[in-house]
């Protein structure tokens, strides 16, 4: 796609063991990057690298919750003892609780602030330090949801957190920027993936009826646009947040 535009740059990819997170690791790897694939299954972060790594890619795995500080450290050295620097982190790890809200427990916005927020807050921070320590820039990139802009049932304690990576990205140019670093939120709308279509396999048929291009993205269309604003391509693009969902946040048509 980007004829090896990414050829000897290192890349962590965080939540990568399957569906949006693995494709953005396996074009990163088929387009020169040398990647650190991590997910919390260890066993999944060790098939998805084996998988990426017959494609011809260079990919290692590193298992562990990347919302925990050392398995955080310890990626972010791992990279560096491992391929000698690092250029791009994309925070790709997040989990999603449903629930309405007159009934929403704390124990789930728990959980759910410590991956999506805090997890995704102290991985861009660890990695932009080693960026800043090389003195040769970098990109960074955040996953955050359709959610995070338009209202979605059951979603709001989810939704809130995505909300909060647009605002991050946005208010961390102010600290990257200087440093030649920065730093983008892909928005990802419905999206074809392992878990959305086993947890209802009607998704496929309700998303192309309400969505105006007639279809869900694929995790390719979410990765490409995510590759685009971590590549030489897109350095004077920063604090920004790209919606990929097919118009369906213009039009606004409820998901029920």
């Known amino acids: 796609m980007l004829n090896k535009v990414f050829h000897d740059q290192v890349a962590i990819v965080s939540g990568a063991g399957i569906g949006i997170g693995y494709e953005m690791a396996r074009q990163l790897a088929l387009n020169g990057a040398k990647v650190v694939l991590n997910d919390l299954d260890e066993k999944q972060a060790l098939i998805a690298a084996d998988k990426i790594q017959e494609e011809g890619g260079i990919c290692t795995a590193f298992g562990g919750d990347s919302s925990e500080l050392r398995v955080i450290e310890g990626m972010v050295n791992f990279a560096v003892e491992t391929f000698g620097r690092l250029d791009v982190v994309m925070a790709n790890a997040g989990i999603t609780t449903y629930g309405s809200f007159l009934d929403y427990q704390p124990e789930s916005m728990q959980k759910l602030l410590q991956v999506n927020l805090f997890g995704t807050f102290f991985l861009v921070q ?131």
């Open 126 to 256: 660890a990695a932009v330090k080693e960026m800043v320590k090389q003195g040769k820039g970098g990109s960074v990139l955040l996953t955050s949801s359709v959610t995070g802009h338009a209202a979605h049932p059951f979603l709001a304690a989810y939704g809130m957190t995505k909300a909060g990576l647009d605002q991050l990205a946005k208010n961390l140019i102010i600290d990257l920027a200087p440093h030649g670093i920065n730093i983008n939120t892909i928005v990802p709308g419905a999206t074809l993936t392992e878990r959305t279509q086993s947890e209802d396999p009607e998704f496929e048929k309700m998303w192309s009826r309400i969505t105006p291009s007639g279809r869900p993205a694929t995790t390719a269309d979410i990765a490409n646009a995510g590759l685009f604003l971590v590549s030489p391509l897109s350095r004077q693009i920063t604090g920004q947040n790209l919606v990929i969902d097919g118009g369906w946040t213009s039009v606004g048509i409820p998901p029920y």
